[in-house]
DNA sequence: TATAAAGGGGATCAAATTGGTCCTAAAGGT
DNA sequence: ACCTTTAGGACCAATTTGATCCCCTTTATA
């Protein structure tokens, strides 16, 4: 239950890698995905939500690629986690008010309450600091 | 992300009406089926799922149906939902110890740490509970 | 000892989601 | 012009989800 996708997984293996290279130091999307071991026509589509989302900037043409928008520190795994997995959301209810058939269910407090634990501890941790672990 | 499924769903409507009979009263897959608006069928699957894990005892032929195996303050959200959805797992890579190529991946402490939370989060609420809630 | 009333378990199936490819267009450098 | 590189949409196969169906076994009781 609960698990990342591919996708999730592949969008971390790529930004970690951006922001393992010197600032400002521009990567293609072809050097990125043989780095991140990830199929790179996928990867490219990551790479689009995150530049639609600005976290990374991209530019077209020779001399072209993606550098980080921000400095990795000021970017959080939640925020790359959400960009292409949509928001954390352990129960649909936590939409609308009303989950179940009349009324909040039961259980809305407690899927609430996972929902802010797991932002919480996704929102602490920034790519900065994945990018230098062991 | 990390939603619940139906079937998570239907599995807590089903085990929290069974734990607002009386206790020992035997309830038939329809009748819970019905007052959990769930299709019957599929709830039906659910129930062996709880009767193999032992949460409720089954009882077949006339006069047959189901019952709690366990008062309803001992059965925790967290067993109900693993048991048709599986372990609570944030990431594939916390069932082996190498995820990453070779050796544990840069985000292995964090997908760690959500699994620690929401494990602890669901092992502290009972059907129980959820049944009297308001 | 039939027979009706349950649940058990496997096969099957449609719909949705996931994971991924391909093609063409647009933008930018030379 | 022409090459390089991302943007965006269409498309597709595999997997998972959400069921349904059918036949079997167990059990009470008429």
Redesign the interface.
């Known amino acids: 239950?609960?698990?990342?996708t591919r996708k999730?997984?592949y969008a971390?293996r790529g930004i970690?890698y951006l922001a393992q290279q010197p600032p400002g130091r521009v990567s293609l999307i072809s050097e990125i995905a043989a780095a991140a071991?990830v199929p790179q026509t996928f990867l490219a589509k990551i790479f689009q939500s995150f530049a639609k989302l600005g976290l990374v900037t991209s530019s077209r043409g020779t001399g072209g690629g993606f550098v980080l928008a921000r400095p990795a520190s000021a970017i959080t795994?939640r925020e790359v986690?959400?960009a292409v997995?949509?928001?954390?959301?352990?129960?649909?209810c936590l939409l609308g008010s009303a989950c179940d058939?009349g009324g909040p269910c039961?259980?809305h407090a407690?899927?609430k309450?996972?929902q802010t634990?797991?932002v919480h501890?996704?929102d602490g941790?920034t790519i900065d600091t994945?990018?230098r672990?062991p």
Request: hydrophobic letters at 55%; zero cysteines.
């Open positions: 239950m609960m698990e990342l999730g997984e971390i970690i071991e795994l986690v959400e997995e949509g928001p954390i959301l352990p129960n649909r058939r039961r259980v407690v899927w309450q996972v634990e797991v501890i996704l941790v994945l990018a672990n």
